[in-house]
């Protein structure tokens, strides 16, 4: 957290000595700060940083080709003379296991369209999950578990 941070003041200082503060100057300090970060290396920035930056960004990445392809299938389904759905609730086993975690993640499948997080069991065991089309619970829970679970825990531990 303090390697963000340290990167971010980098680059307003990149903005504020190149005099300007176009959002493609701001990027290239960025950049630049976390080229300074990785050479200076501990406890400052360090390739522990820069790994997960990046696993941030493929989260990102993840959830927007997710969010396309999600639409088109609810498109698709919508949009078919015959309507063949077969909506339900399922329990999704969690593996991540603090607060933020299971937020994010409840809120990436509910931004997704054609899926809903349901609740969270007291435990935070268990997320329950309502799908459009529910007709494989196994294969969403396995989709679930390999795209935004496994995203979410290399970006965050």
């Known amino acids: 957290m303090i390697a963000l941070l340290l990167n971010l003041l980098l680059a307003i200082a990149w ?27 501990e406890p400052y920035g360090g390739r ?9 960004l493929t989260l990102i990445l993840l959830f927007a080709k997710e969010l396309a392809l999600s639409a088109l299938r609810v498109a698709a389904t919508v949009l078919s003379p ?8 399922f329990a999704f086993p969690l593996t991540v ?7 994010l993640l409840a809120n990436m499948i509910t931004l997704t369209p054609g899926t809903l997080s349901v609740d969270v069991s ?9 799908a459009l089309d529910c007709s494989d619970p196994d294969k969403a829970r ?4 390999d795209g ?9 531990r």
């Open 15 to 41: 903005a504020a000595v190149s005099g300007s503060t176009s959002p493609h100057n701001l990027v290239l300090g960025f950049v630049l700060g976390a080229v300074a970060l990785l050479v200076v290396r």
């Open 48 to 56: 522990s940083y820069l790994r997960r930056c990046w696993a941030i």
């Open 82 to 89: 015959k309507l063949s759905i077969k909506p339900g609730i």
């Open 97 to 103: 296991d603090r607060d933020f975690e299971i937020t």
């Open 122 to 130: 007291d435990d935070r065991s268990t997320l329950y999950v309502h």
């Open 142 to 145: 396995r989709d679930i578990a």
């Open 148 to 156: 935004f679970e496994r995203k979410i825990m290399e970006a965050f």
